[in-house]
């Protein structure tokens, strides 16, 4: 590793520690160094607070003067909710400014970069910029398409089944395994099932963490006719906020009192019973979803591959086989002829956890 990368890796392990709490704004960590000394460190906490550079000059005070500033995400130039931190890194008289990204937001774009330059600061970009990008995939997808970044999560047997033919699955994986699943809810803006899986388990899709409080993620209910029972635990609108997705020709009086219940309801175009996922995705981003973690069941799984909607896999392999022909699979709908109809994906990482594997992977070319 170089000097300026150990310091980038250090602002981006800043920028990490806030995951799921900066919404919708982007993760930002950033470290001023001045003669080997790091004098500043600063990190954006939650939309709406300071950004990371803020933070980074308060603690530096004067000694930024002729100082390296590492920051994660290019430098805004724009007034959003807070004023732009270019011209406080251009005040600052730091003499070098090394950006991992340049900023998606089509406000910014690499104009913080150029008003830096022009005014005579040494600027670098791209040190660490793979893992910048990566920390920041919900913030970059949202810009670029005004969409929630989806997360398929499913958890199955070494022979990829998810329940026996009964639909019995408690449990496919260990306690380890399912405690990890709620730190993703406790990190993502929505979690989403469908109304079958709400009929079936009664899950309550809170999150819960060992110890420590765990932040509620908005419950997503795909339920084209609107079969969701009244006595539902997803419909404790006291303990998480619950939408419920439902095609946009149900009787309006059946919406009427859902929504007396304190349930936002989302008519949208359906087919056969099918709701159309682009048109749900841009109405939950309208209300403030910037990433969703897709929690099944298989049909709900399969209507988002088959939309090409899917951003990223979060798979748990347990170390059970089930066998059976008629053992469920995570993802139900359209049986290919060929394995030419793959949708091809490309590993991350893996990781065992507890007893039980996870696999991260993302779509080819997505
Ligand atoms: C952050 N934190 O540390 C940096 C950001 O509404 P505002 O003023 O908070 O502006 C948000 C935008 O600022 C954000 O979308 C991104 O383009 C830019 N940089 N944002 O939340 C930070 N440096
Ligand atoms: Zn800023």
């Not at 460190?41 to 500033?69: C, D, I």
């Not at 900023?103 to 600027?123: F, H, K, M, T």
Request: glycine residues 8%; negative net charge.
């Amino acid at each position: 590793m170089t000097t300026d990368e150990k310091y980038m890796q250090l602002a981006l392990d800043l920028a990490a520690s806030a995951k799921g709490h900066t919404n919708p704004n982007p993760l930002v960590g950033a470290v001023i160094v001045k003669d080997g000394v790091i004098v500043g460190t600063g990190l954006h906490r939650k939309a709406g607070e300071p950004h990371a550079e803020v933070h980074a000059f308060r603690m530096a005070g004067e000694h930024a003067k002729g100082a390296t500033l590492y920051v994660t995400l290019e430098p805004c130039s724009h007034y959003g909710k807070t004023p732009p931190c270019a011209n406080l890194v251009k005040e600052s008289e730091v003499s070098r400014v090394v950006v991992a990204m340049q900023d998606p937001n089509p406000d910014v774009a690499g104009r913080g970069i150029q008003l830096l330059r022009d005014a005579g600061i040494e600027v670098e970009v791209g040190v660490l910029e793979a893992q910048s990008r990566r920390l920041n995939e919900r913030f970059i997808h949202n810009m670029r398409t005004s969409r929630p970044f989806v997360i398929s999560k499913y958890a199955m047997t070494l022979d990829g089944k998810i329940a026996a033919h009964t639909g019995h699955s408690k449990w496919v994986t260990g306690e380890a395994a399912r405690e990890d699943v709620h730190h993703i809810r406790h990190e993502v803006d929505g979690i989403l099932v469908g109304v079958g899986t709400v009929i079936a388990d009664n899950p309550s899709l809170t999150t819960r963490l060992n110890g420590v409080k765990g932040k509620n993620p908005v419950r997503i209910i795909m339920d084209s006719s609107l079969r969701t029972r009244e006595n539902a635990n997803v419909l404790n609108v006291e303990e998480a906020k619950t939408i419920i997705v439902c095609s946009e020709d149900v009787d309006q009086e059946k919406i009427a009192a859902f929504e007396k219940n304190g349930v936002i309801m989302l008519p949208v175009r359906s087919e056969h019973k099918r709701l159309d996922i682009d048109e749900m995705l841009e109405k939950l981003y309208q209300l403030g979803i910037t990433d969703i973690l897709v929690e099944g069941g298989s049909t709900v799984n399969a209507s988002f591959l088959q939309s090409g909607a899917i951003n990223k896999y979060i798979i748990y392999v347990a170390p059970k086989v089930l066998g059976g022909r008629l053992s469920l699979t995570p993802i139900a709908g359209h049986s290919a002829t060929s394995m030419d109809e793959a949708f091809d994906v490309e590993f991350d990482s893996f990781e065992k956890v507890g007893h039980d594997l996870r696999i991260i992977a993302y779509p080819k070319n997505g």
